[in-house]
């Protein structure tokens, strides 16, 4: 199937067309040109918002139409409709059909007449631009994709509404959309005193909510450096970006470049389906993000009426929940259809939930004090999401890819549009910018410490500082008002959030905003701005292994150049150094306690040895890396995850234990403790000899070898070849990390990791310089020559240079450049 369909023509008359329809009162066609340069990457030029999102949405259709076509029918809650019960969700369609106001008049009132009007333009132009690819293509003629949607019946052309619908589902991410607070919304079922709402209007089962996930992925994570003129050999500034984000679907990247002339000139990466730029630069500056584990909602407990359990007390007042039903169809496996409804309960900010599914991850004891309407304690719980009116975020990132400096780059954010994303920045000048300028609620320590109580206090220390639960029978303990906040929003306005400007450096790895800078800590913020590694708390090792390869650059001791301070060469190369940080502070105390039990282990003559003895033994062989040629990096991978489902809470993903550690955690020293495996502890002795046992179990099951080189064992199968990935899991300490669950084989299901890295500087020139890589590559269509060459590049440690300048995209072009059109 040829790339380039009718509506596009490659002649030199088209793009003088282009150059002159701004200039074309009577020309009211979208109209945009596109240059693909290596690898894939399109570059769209137009002199118009909606034609911009036209070239954007045409070229991201061309390379991933499916996607985005199942993921809106995710979004618009019908997923188990046209996918089938099997593929679908019901209960994802339940809360998605609620969220979404699947009255589109209401979404429109609600969220799209509050925006600019050029973006409203930009999105109409990106659906505008999908269908006109699939008007050119043809369902019919799809390519043979994963996900394929080639031939069905849900194929339809796509309108700016669904794209609003699919950005709210990414925007309620870390709240809402989160697992273990869907069950939460799905389990509150209405006054055990009266008869529920009906739940159903067929003989299809009730939908039931499935376990409750973790609030703190532990799988993966992301990486970011920035660095100023002090810290850089060339007195400029430069920047790391390594988000690791899904590999497919929601979330995953896609590289573009998108220029208005005058108006609009940004490169890097935007989220599937997003008609901007999410991470990049521009001309001057460059910026990045990691996800934050910040508190994005908290609960409130609230005091029934004793008449009417559907009433509820503030300060004396009396207020109304308010039922809500909801309805979605599925198809059946049979091919029957059935409607399935729930009823939801709203209160004044929200809805009603149940703590029940959270308190079962802490014990069965607390599922059962929180189970119920009202709970054991004469109460309920109502949920408030700091996201659920925030659709800012387009608006913020277009400024931000409009900026010429830090300073208004962060001018940007304070539209406090971000909705979970610490950042970085660098610019030209050598400034650079740290900054946690999200939506978090406006709930001051003051206020966490006097509105938090009785056992709400307890679920809030059990669940680190995860779930907060405020006292909802007064207004004194309701989230705070900023005068630089979004009107009603209830956050914290940009001057209220920890941010640092300077021209040393900044990096983050998913810990909170404390040790951005390792000399300057920023404190004395609210515990609800970073739960996960906050102030006072245990690092994540791969924060430690951050801070341990910028310190020893800026330092010259890394071996990577015999100058201190980074160029862009030292950069890449921390970025594929693949150190595996846990083996670097424990491997030798393991080996040791393997050593001991050995010696006191009886073997039968003749006996096999013990499978952890042999996982020893090749540890001991192993380079502590997890490059490809690496052989053991499997057996630490499992070993390590077995220590953490022994040692990590679900709402923590530190591995902390006072019968492991040779070295505690101490806050004084947060980024050299803990350290070493405490090898005369009988306790550290059985962890560290039952988590190998686990490994080698685990593997051997697998049919891994544990001598197995990393390159057979961690690979991604494209088109009947296995590209074998170097990087690993995050937890363990891999800066690079890769998340991916051992199967038959290895780890052949990669999820998510290293996915979009960029590294970007400047010199004299007006061009910046930046070279980097999409890991998982640009096309999900298997005939694509982009399906699996960035990928291939990223096993060999190559980069990919991100032409900017018009000069460097013409030299680098492939096919020619194209002019797409299409009416509005």
């Known amino acids: 199937m040829k790339r380039l369909s009718r509506s596009i023509f490659i002649t030199l008359l088209a793009l003088t067309l282009i150059a002159c329809s701004d200039d074309d009162d009577d020309n009211n066609d979208y109209r945009a040109e596109i240059t693909r340069t290596s690898y894939g990457i399109p570059h769209i030029r137009a002199y118009d918002w909606g034609s911009l999102g036209f070239g954007h949405g045409y070229s991201f259709a061309e390379d991933r139409f499916c996607m985005l076509m199942q993921e809106v029918i995710k979004a618009s809650g019908q997923s188990a409709e046209f996918l089938g019960e099997a593929r679908g969700n019901i209960n994802n369609d339940l809360i998605y059909a609620l969220i979404n106001n699947n009255d589109e008049g209401q979404l429109e009132e609600r969220y799209i007449s509050q925006q600019p009007n050029y973006i409203v333009e930009l999105v109409e132009g990106y659906a505008a631009g999908v269908n006109q690819y699939l008007a050119d293509v043809g369902v019919d003629n799809l390519p043979d994709s994963d996900p394929a949607c080639r031939g069905e019946d849900y194929v339809r052309q796509l309108t700016a509404i669904d794209l609003w619908k699919y950005f709210r589902l990414i925007q309620l991410q870390g709240s809402t959309g989160q697992g273990i607070i869907k069950d939460a919304l799905l389990a509150a079922t209405g006054p055990d005193d009266m008869p529920s709402f009906p739940s159903i209007t067929s003989t299809a089962p009730t939908p039931t909510p499935t376990p409750a996930p973790t609030l703190v992925d532990t799988s993966s994570g992301s990486n970011a450096i920035a660095l100023g003129r002090d810290a850089t050999q060339t007195g400029t500034g430069m920047l790391l970006g390594n988000p690791h984000q899904p590999w497919q679907g929601v979330g995953s990247w ?87 409804e729930h009823t939801f309960y709203h209160w004044e900010y929200g809805l009603i939930a149940s703590l029940a599914p959270a308190a079962s991850l802490i014990s069965p004891a607390f599922e059962a004090v929180f189970a119920g309407w009202p709970t054991a304690t004469g109460k309920i719980y109502a949920f408030r999401d700091a996201n659920i009116d925030n659709l800012r975020g387009i608006d913020m990132w277009i400024k931000v890819g409009q900026s010429e400096n830090i300073q208004q780059l962060t001018d940007a954010y304070k539209l406090i549009g971000n909705p979970l994303f610490h950042t970085l920045a660098a610019d030209r000048d050598g400034s650079i910018f740290y900054g946690e300028v999200s939506a978090i609620p406006n709930v001051s320590q003051a206020k966490l410490d006097t509105c938090v109580r009785g056992i709400n206090a307890s679920i809030k220390s059990l669940t680190n500082d995860a779930i907060v639960v405020l006292d909802g029978s007064t207004e004194d303990c309701n989230w705070g008002v900023d005068a630089d906040a979004p009107e009603g929003s209830g956050l914290f306005g940009y001057e209220s959030l920890p941010k640092y400007f300077a021209t040393d450096y900044a990096l983050n790895s998913n810990d909170s905003y404390w040790l951005s800078n390792a000399d300057n800590k920023l404190e004395g913020f609210p515990s609800l701005m970073g739960f996960a590694g906050g102030e ?42 693949n150190r595996v940080f846990g083996a670097e502070i424990s491997l030798d105390d393991v080996l040791t306690i393997c050593s001991n039990v050995m010696a006191k282990t009886d073997l039968l003559a003749g006996a096999e040895q013990p499978r952890e003895f042999a996982a020893c033994d090749q540890l001991a062989l192993w380079d502590r890396k997890v490059e490809v040629d690496s052989e053991g990096a499997q057996i630490f991978t499992e070993f390590w995850k077995a220590l953490a489902d022994e040692l990590s809470g679900p709402f923590d993903s530190a591995l902390a234990s006072n019968e492991l550690w040779a070295t505690d955690f101490d806050p004084a020293k947060p980024l050299n403790t803990p350290r070493g495996f405490d090898t005369s502890a009988a306790a550290a002795e059985t962890l560290v000899i039952n988590a190998l046992s686990v490994a080698a179990s685990k593997l051997d099951e697998a049919g891994v070898e544990l001598g197995a080189p990393w390159s057979e064992v961690q690979v991604y199968p494209r088109n009947g070849i296995d590209i074998p990935i170097h990087g690993g899991h995050g937890p363990m300490g891999v800066f690079g990390a890769i998340s991916s669950s051992l199967v038959e084989g290895g780890y052949r299901n990669i999820r998510a990791g290293n996915s979009y890295i960029q590294t970007v500087t400047w ?4 061009c910046p310089i930046a070279e980097g890589i999409l890991t998982h590559s640009q096309s999900l269509d298997p005939e694509s020559p982009h399906y699996g060459d960035q990928t291939a590049l990223y096993a060999m440690k190559g980069w990919v240079s991100f032409p900017f300048c018009r000069s460097d995209i013409a030299a680098d072009a492939v096919d020619g450049t194209a002019i797409i059109s299409g009416n509005r």
Do not use: C
Request: charge should be negative; proline fraction near 4%.
């Open 254 to 340: 896609y590289q573009v470049h998108l220029t208005i002339p005058g108006e609009y000139d940004a490169m890097g990466a935007a989220l599937a389906g997003f008609p901007m730029i999410g991470i990049g630069f521009n001309q001057d500056v460059a910026w990045t993000h990691t996800v934050s584990v910040a508190n994005r909602f908290t609960l409130f407990e609230l005091s029934l009426n004793p008449d009417n359990s559907l009433e509820y007390i503030v300060d004396g007042e009396t207020k109304a929940i308010t039922p809500e039903t909801i309805s979605v169809r599925v198809t059946r496996e049979d091919g029957t259809v059935d409607t399935v």
């Open 536 to 577: 006072g708390k245990q690092q994540n090792l791969r924060t430690q292994i951050n801070h341990d390869m910028v310190a020893a650059r800026l330092a010259g001791t890394d071996g990577f150049d015999a100058s201190p301070g980074f160029t862009l060469a030292s950069l890449q190369q921390l970025m594929y150094d």
């Open 763 to 766: 010199d004299e020139s007006e």
